[in-house]
């Protein structure tokens, strides 16, 4: 199942940010469907969505300038009933693919409980780069992590 991943209308927007706000991490870091819904209509964000036979089924969200100018993943979800098919890979290759030819680099961070995440990161090709201990939730930590993209 081939996504088709574009920009985000104001309305897919929304559905994104409802779409983060029963997702984890977001939950277990207390971050207020506000909070995500302001994220998804920041100016300074790309928005992307992917569809799947005309169905919403997945958002991702970059900061083009993230870390010292190269891009950062800074959100990514799928919709609960797309989920292990391969859409989350498939919107983290478009982001590469996207910034391949502006950056040689790309970044996102991942909450320490959020193993799942983790893995399926590292098997992405990414590595850890550094350690936020405590910086959102006491007695957890946000992992830098890194891909050489070009």
């Known amino acids: 199942m081939e996504p088709i991943i574009h920009f985000a209308t104001d309305n897919e927007r929304r559905w994104a940010a409802e779409l983060l706000a029963k997702s984890e991490p977001w939950i277990k870091l207390g971050v207020k469907p506000e909070q ?78 959020n193993k799942q995440a983790k893995a399926f990161y590292s098997g992405l090709g990414y590595t850890e780069a550094g350690e936020f201990k405590d910086y959102i939730i006491e007695g957890e930590s946000e992992i830098l992590m890194y891909k050489r993209i070009a």
């Open 36 to 113: 995500l819904l302001k994220t998804c209509f920041d100016p300074e964000f790309l928005v992307f969505i992917a569809h799947i036979e005309d169905k919403l089924s997945g958002v991702l969200i970059m900061d083009p300038r993230g870390i010292a100018g190269s891009p950062y993943i800074k959100s990514i979800a799928v919709a609960d009933e797309f989920r292990r098919k391969g859409i989350g890979a498939q919107m983290v290759s478009f982001a590469e693919f996207y910034f391949q030819d502006k950056s040689r680099h790309m970044f996102l961070c991942v909450s320490s409980f």
